[in-house]
């Protein structure tokens, strides 16, 4: 919803960042959403858009974008059962569609800057290590210690 998106966008201070984030994210939602169905993501569920943001800062830490479409479906099964276990099924659709929301959002803004940075390694750097913040405060997991493979992540 618009209402997501701008709190989103609200959490930089930076006046200029805050403008190019907005356009970035203009620009990139449509994209994004198509690749997430390009490795059997849907946009609009819970697990599957937590797992593009994680493999999403995966990627963005080690500078590969080599989509894995095993890689993403493996973490969205993971995502999934944790929420199931954590008994999310009780959350409302609306709070479920917010936690979505705010994680594409970041995914996508990872994905744009790092998609900028490929000629920039100051920015490469910077996504980096914007990206494994963020998945440390949001997962509690350590982007650089963090295995990926075919069956999903493995800490």
Known sequence: ???????????FNDPKLRADVTQNLQGVT???????????????NVADAQA?????VWQATRGDYRDNPAQFQAVARQMAFGFSQAGL????N????????????????IAGLFKD?????????????????????HFGLDAKTLRMTSAGLQA
Do not use: C, H
Not at 1 to 11: D, F, G, N, P
Not at 30 to 44: H, W
Not at 52 to 56: D, E, N, R
Not at 89 to 92: E, K
């Open 94 to 109: 609306a709070t479920k569609q917010e936690m979505a929301e705010t994680v594409i959002y970041d995914a996508m803004f």
């Open 52 to 56: 593009a943001y994680i493999v999403t």
């Open 30 to 44: 449509p994209k994004f959403v198509a690749a997430m169905r390009a490795v059997g993501l849907d946009y609009n």
């Open 1 to 11: 919803t618009m209402q997501v998106q701008r709190r989103y966008i609200q959490r």
């Open 117 to 137: 940075a490929k000629t920039d390694p100051t920015l490469k750097r910077w996504v980096a290590n914007y990206a494994a913040r963020g998945l440390k405060t």
């Open 89 to 92: 099924g009780r959350v409302s």
